[in-house]
C-alpha cells in the first residue's frame, strides 16, 4: 500500500525558509507526478506547486512563484518544496498527492 509522509514544517519567521520532504513508500517506481498543496485555517485548500513523474516537469501556483522550487529525488522516493522569503500568507497545513495518496500533512507557520 502506497504511503506518503510529509515533514520539515515549522515556525518560522517572516522571510525565512524552510524545505518540506514529502517521502513514499510501498512504491516499486518513481515515475509519478507529486502535488504541493496547502490549506490555511477557514480557507480552501490550495494548489501550491507539482512536478511530473517523467520528465521533472513543474508548476506553481503565482502565489509562490520565484519563491518555492519543488524537486524530486528518485532514489529515496522523496520530492521536496524549498520555500523562502515566507510570509505569513504561507501558514497553512501542506500536503502532498500523487493524485490518488495523499499525507497526513505538515504544518507550517510563518510568524510576522
Known amino acids: 500500500q502506497v504511503q506518503l509522509v510529509e515533514s520539515g514544517g515549522g515556525l518560522v519567521q517572516a522571510g525565512g525558509s524552510l524545505r518540506l520532504s514529502c517521502t513514499a513508500s510501498?512504491?516499486?517506481?518513481?515515475?509519478?507526478?507529486t502535488i504541493w498543496y496547502r490549506q490555511a485555517p477557514g480557507k480552501e485548500r490550495e494548489f501550491v506547486a507539482q512536478?511530473?513523474?517523467?520528465?521533472?516537469?513543474?508548476d506553481y501556483a503565482d502565489s509562490v512563484k520565484g519563491r518555492f522550487t519543488i524537486s524530486r529525488d528518485n532514489t529515496k522516493m522523496t520530492a521536496y518544496l524549498q520555500m523562502n522569503s515566507l510570509t505569513p500568507d504561507d501558514t497553512a497545513i501542506y500536503y502532498c498527492?500523487?493524485?490518488?495518496?495523499r499525507g497526513q500533512g505538515t504544518q507550517v507557520i510563518v510568524s510576522s
Open positions: 498527492s500523487d493524485n490518488a495518496h
Open positions: 510501498g512504491r516499486t517506481s518513481p515515475s509519478y507526478t
Open positions: 512536478i511530473s513523474g517523467r520528465r521533472n516537469t513543474t
